[in-house]
């Protein structure tokens, strides 16, 4: 069984910097993928960025060259460096274990407002 933990949402004014954090109860190197989702009001929850083990990363098209995901496999944390934010970029965000694989896990979510 593991657990997520997310934080590291508040509120930031349109264009700033925020960073997001996932702690992981469990190793994350039981997970080739390690993501971050998030979910607007009135949208579906919507994929944001995803880490495989080895560090390659995928962004939705959205918040490329804004947004790096990381993981620090033996600190077992997964981060969501955001740059350059939006007022459209509100939205509550959850980080994701294992999408890819037999099992999957998710944090509880953090709200993230930038406000114009």
């Known amino acids: 069984q593991v657990q997520l933990v997310d934080s590291g949402g508040g509120w930031v004014q349109a264009g700033g910097p925020l960073r997001l954090s996932c702690s992981a109860s469990?190793?994350?190197?039981?997970?080739?993928?390690m993501g971050w989702y998030r979910q607007a009001p009135g949208k579906q929850r919507e994929l944001v960025a995803v880490?495989?083990?080895?560090?390659?990363?995928n962004y939705a098209d959205s918040v490329k060259g804004r947004f790096t995901i990381s993981r620090d496999n033996a600190k077992n944390m997964v981060y969501l460096q955001m740059n350059s934010l939006k007022p459209e970029d509100t939205a509550v965000y959850y980080c994701?274990?294992?999408?890819?694989?037999?099992?999957?896990?998710w944090g509880q979510g953090t709200q993230v407002t930038v406000s114009s």
């Open positions: 880490v495989l083990r080895g560090g390659d990363a």
């Open positions: 994701n274990a294992g999408l890819d694989g037999p099992y999957n896990y």
């Open positions: 469990g190793s994350i190197c039981s997970f080739n993928a």
